[in-house]
């Protein structure tokens, strides 16, 4: 079963966002560790979910919000989204 992975990767100029806190480095490393796993899963950089001071937000089409995700959590998140589609 395929799942995809939506990154907000919206940038704003006035306040904090989901890019100036790293979102492009998070959707690489997500991409890149399912790329080593050969795992169904894709991601798409999208705009915006409005949750800009929670961010870097990631969530799971039909499913589960992740908010303040970092680098070191990419593996931990990935996992998650193992275990929810098995």
């Keep these: 079963m395929s799942r995809q992975l939506l990154v907000c990767t919206h940038?704003?100029?006035?306040?904090?966002?989901?890019?100036?806190?790293?979102?492009?480095?998070i959707a690489e490393a997500l991409e890149k560790e399912i790329h080593r796993q050969n795992l169904s899963i894709s991601v798409e950089r999208i705009t915006c979910f409005g949750h800009c001071e929670?961010?870097?937000?990631?969530?799971?089409?039909?499913?589960?919000?992740?908010?303040?995700?970092?680098?070191?959590?990419?593996?931990?998140?990935?996992?998650?989204v193992i275990s929810m589609t098995d």
């Design 54 to 80: 929670e961010g870097v937000n990631v969530r799971l089409v039909g499913g589960k919000f992740w908010h303040h995700v970092t680098p070191p959590d990419v593996s931990a998140l990935l996992e998650q």
């Design 11 to 25: 940038q704003r100029l006035s306040k904090a966002s989901c890019h100036s806190r790293g979102s492009v480095a």
